[in-house]
């Protein structure tokens, strides 16, 4: 895994602190630019894999306990799910789960985010991160979270530890980060 961004990763802003790459790595995203983005964290996408919703069934089939209640009751019209790997090079490295979930109306989104913040209410799971990336015995925690609202639909993020060391300040600026990027 680390093999893939050896000596890749260049530190475009030295000496800034960790908040000031933060808020200008969300801005690349914001703007669509992933690569971008990482670097300015100091970091370099591995890999990526998108899916979409095949069936309307998708999104209370990909969810748990309370999430999935909710989304039997508030059908989804859209389901994407994007997981990718990003590392810094030396064997550090982490995963982030991205998954956007469309209704038919902002407040529909506003009442799911309610429900999804709640931590051990469930979940929309992520991709396999096994089966996806290669990693095997990752597990997304949802303690490194980011939501935001995007039009009729939510966006939720989550980043956890593939490889090394990463630490919960960087895991927590990849969720937020990560809630930005198109789900493409």
């Not at 260049?10 to 630019?33: C, I, M, N, Q, Y």
């Not at 709640?118 to 992520?126: A, H, I, K, L, Y």
Request: with cysteine; net charge positive; aromatic share 4%.
């Amino acid at each position: 895994m680390a093999g893939n961004a050896a000596g890749d990763v260049v530190d475009s802003l030295p000496g800034r602190s960790l908040k000031t790459r933060r808020a200008e790595a969300r801005e690349s995203a914001k703007r669509g630019k992933p690569k971008e983005a990482w670097s300015r964290l100091k970091l370099k996408e591995l890999k990526r894999e998108v899916r979409r919703l095949e069936r309307e069934g998708d999104c209370v089939a990909a969810a748990t306990g309370k999430v999935r209640e909710f989304l039997t009751r508030t059908p989804c019209t859209s389901l994407d799910r994007m997981l990718l790997a990003v590392g810094d090079g030396h064997g550090n490295a982490a995963v982030i789960s991205v998954v956007r979930v469309g209704f038919r109306s902002k407040r529909q989104a506003k009442e799911f985010e309610k429900v999804e913040a709640v931590q051990g209410s469930g979940d929309v799971r992520p991709l396999e991160i096994a089966a996806v990336l290669g990693i095997a015995g990752v597990e997304m925690t949802g303690l490194h979270y980011q939501s935001r609202p995007d039009g009729y639909g939510m966006v939720v993020a989550e980043a956890d530890v593939a490889t090394g060391h990463v630490d919960r300040g960087t895991l927590d600026a990849l969720a937020d980060v990560a809630a930005y990027l198109p789900v493409k």
